[in-house]
C-alpha cells in the first residue's frame, strides 16, 4: 500500500524531497505539490557541496588537513558516500516520476476520457464473478472459475439492475421509492473514502442504516482532481457500494446484514437501506453473563461454516475485526464486507499457500488444481480464535461445560478442526445447556427460605440494579444462590433469555 501510495504521488509529478521530508499520509490522500524546478535542484545540489565542504575542518595554517587525521578523514569519506547515494536516489525518483507523469498530467479532455474509462472497465470486472451463476462443480471447490471471460449473455442482468436502477425499478411489483418520501435522517454512524452510512427513520419510526457514496470523500476528491469529471468519478466511486451490494444479495444469511431495500435517486446516484445494529464493542461485550458471549461466538461459527460453502464459494475475510459486525436483537451480523476473498487463493507450490498471522504461521496444500485447499477457511478459524474465542469464551464459562470450551479453544487455535467439527462442538455444548445436562454433576443444595431479603449486585448481571441471573432450574438457582454470601433467597421470573434460561 505504501509504494502504490508513493508511486501515486511520483506520477502526479509531486515534490519527491517534499514527499520524503512530509512522510506518508493517511491512505488516499496525496502529496499535491509541484514538481521542483532545476533552479531549486541545482539550489539544493549547491547547499549539498557546501555541506560537505564545511564538514571538513581546515588546518590551522590554512592548509588541508594531513593523513594523520585518520579518524575525520574516514568520517568525512562516509558522509560524501552517504550524501552521493543519497542524491542519486532523488534523481532516479526524480526520473521515475517525471516519467509516469505523462496520463495523470494530461489535460485533453479525450485522454481523461480514456483514462477514466478505463477505470471503470477494471471495476466492471471485479463485478462480472458476482453476477455469473456457478456451477455445481464451482460452487462445491470453492472456485469462482474463468468468471472475467464469460459473455454478457449468462450474467444475472436482473440482479445488475437491482442495484444499479433500484429495488422499485428493477421489480416493479414492489412499492417503489416513493414509499420511501418519509425518510428522515437521525445521525451519520460512519464515513469513510467511499462511503457514508446515516441513521435514518422511515414510515412508522423503524430504525434503518443508509448507505450511499461519500461525495465529500476522499475516493471522490481523488477521482475528481485527476479525471476532472463529475459524472464519470460518481459512476466509479459508486463501483464499490454496488460491489457491496451484490456480496450481499448473493451472501444472504442470518448472521449477514440484510439489505431492506435499494434506492436509485438521482443522475446515478444510488442508495442501499439496510436493517440498523448496535456496534460490536467487545468492552461492553465482556461485562456481559456468558451465555451472551456464547451466542456471539455461535453466529460467529455459523456464519463461518455458511463462507465455506457459500454460493460464491470459499469466502474469507480478510479484515477480521469486531468493527466489521454489528448485533440486531442480540445476534450477531456481519455488516462490512469491503474486504472479503471470494474463491480460494491460486498457488504453483506448498510455500505459496502460508498464512501468516503476528505469532504463528500455518501452511495448506496446494491441490492439484493449483488453489490452496482450505486456505480461507482456516484463517477465518484462526481470526475467529484470536479476535474473539479467546476473549469470550472461556472466562466464568459453566463448570460443566468448561472442559468442552478448552477443547475448542485447543483446536481452533492450533487448528486442529475444520469448520464443520468446530461447529459441532459448538451446537453440542449449546444443546447441554439448554437441555441441563451440564448440571448433571452439580452438588446437591438446600433450598434457601422465601423470606425477602436484600437486593445487592453480582457480575455479570442481566441488570445493573441487582443480581439478576439465568438459571436452567430452581436446583441450579439454589446452587448460585449458595455461592453467593449475599444470597439469602432468590426469585425466578417468567422472563426468559435466548436459550429459553429463566432468570432469577
Not at 541545482?42 to 557546501?50: G, K, L, N, V, Y
Not at 442508495?271 to 460467529?300: H, K, N, S, Y
Not at 461454516?305 to 456481519?334: A, E, I
Request: glycine share 8%; net charge positive; hydrophobic share 40%.
Amino acid at each position: 500500500m505504501r509504494s502504490s501510495l508513493l508511486q501515486s504521488s511520483l506520477t502526479r509529478g509531486c515534490k519527491v524531497t517534499s514527499a520524503l521530508r512530509v512522510g506518508h499520509t493517511s491512505r488516499g490522500s496525496f502529496l499535491g505539490a509541484e514538481q521542483e524546478p532545476p533552479a531549486a535542484a541545482a539550489e539544493s545540489s549547491d547547499s549539498e557541496r557546501s555541506l560537505c565542504r564545511s564538514a571538513v575542518p581546515a588546518a590551522p595554517d590554512g592548509k588541508a588537513p594531513g593523513m594523520g587525521h585518520s579518524l575525520r578523514a574516514a568520517a568525512l569519506l562516509a558522509f560524501v558516500v552517504l550524501s552521493v547515494l543519497v542524491s542519486l536516489l532523488i534523481t532516479s525518483l526524480k526520473q521515475f516520476g517525471s516519467g509516469s507523469t505523462r496520463f495523470f498530467n494530461a489535460t485533453n479532455p479525450e485522454e481523461l476520457r480514456r483514462g477514466l474509462d478505463d477505470q471503470l472497465r477494471e471495476r466492471r470486472k471485479e463485478i462480472l464473478p458476482l453476477l455469473l451463476p456457478l456451477a455445481d462443480g464451482d460452487e462445491k471447490n470453492g472456485v469462482l472459475g474463468e468468471a472475467q471471460h464469460s459473455s454478457d449473455s449468462a450474467l444475472d442482468l436482473s440482479l445488475w439492475n437491482e442495484v444499479t436502477l433500484g429495488t422499485g425499478k428493477a421489480h416493479r411489483d414492489q412499492m417503489g421509492c416513493e414509499s420511501l418520501v418519509d425518510v428522515r435522517a437521525v445521525e451519520v454512524l460512519g464515513s469513510g473514502y467511499t462511503k457514508l452510512v446515516v441513521k435514518a427513520n422511515v414510515a412508522g419510526g423503524q430504525a434503518v442504516a443508509l448507505k450511499m457514496v461519500n461525495e465529500q470523500g476522499v475516493d471522490m476528491r481523488k477521482c475528481l482532481k485527476e479525471f476532472k469529471d463529475a459524472q464519470g468519478c460518481r459512476e466509479l466511486v459508486s463501483y464499490k457500494l454496488r460491489k457491496e451490494m451484490l456480496l450481499l444479495q448473493r451472501l444472504r444469511h442470518p448472521n449477514v446484514i440484510k439489505i431492506c431495500y435499494i434506492v436509485s435517486i438521482h443522475r446515478g446516484r444510488v442508495a442501499v437501506i439496510l436493517e440498523q445494529g448496535a456496534p460490536l464493542q467487545m468492552i461492553q461485550l465482556l461485562q456481559t453473563p456468558w451465555e451472551d458471549r456464547f451466542r456471539v461466538c455461535l453466529d460467529l461459527v455459523r456464519l463461518l461454516h455458511f463462507l465455506s460453502r457459500s454460493p460464491l464459494g470459499s469466502v474469507g475475510l480478510l479484515d477480521f475485526q469486531p468493527r466489521q459486525f454489528v448485533t440486531v436483537s442480540g445476534q450477531l451480523k456481519l455488516t462490512d464486507l469491503d474486504d472479503v476473498s471470494a474463491g480460494e487463493l491460486a498457488c504453483r507450490t506448498h510455500a505459496d499457500c502460508t498464512l501468516k498471522f503476528p505469532h504463528r504461521n500455518f501452511t495448506v496444500l496446494c491441490s492439484t488444481r493449483g488453489v490452496c485447499d482450505g486456505l480461507n477457511e482456516k484463517r477465518n478459524i484462526y481470526n475467529a480464535y484470536r479476535f474473539f474465542f479467546t476473549y469470550l469464551l472461556p472466562h466464568q464459562a459453566p463448570p460443566g461445560l468448561t472442559h468442552l470450551v478448552d477443547h475448542i479453544m485447543n483446536t481452533t487455535g492450533e487448528l486442529k478442526a475444520d469448520i464443520n467439527q468446530t461447529l459441532q462442538a459448538f451446537e453440542h455444548i449449546l444443546l447441554l445447556y439448554k437441555s441441563g445436562l451440564h448440571l448433571d454433576n452439580l452438588h446437591p443444595s438446600a433450598l434457601r427460605g422465601e423470606s425477602c431479603g436484600k437486593e445487592y449486585r453480582c457480575w455479570p448481571s442481566y441488570s445493573q440494579q441487582g443480581c439478576v441471573l439465568s438459571v436452567h432450574s430452581a436446583r441450579e438457582a439454589a446452587h448460585i444462590c449458595n455461592s453467593h454470601s449475599q444470597c439469602s433467597s432468590f426469585t425466578l421470573t417468567g422472563q426468559k433469555t435466548w436459550t429459553g434460561e429463566k432468570l432469577l
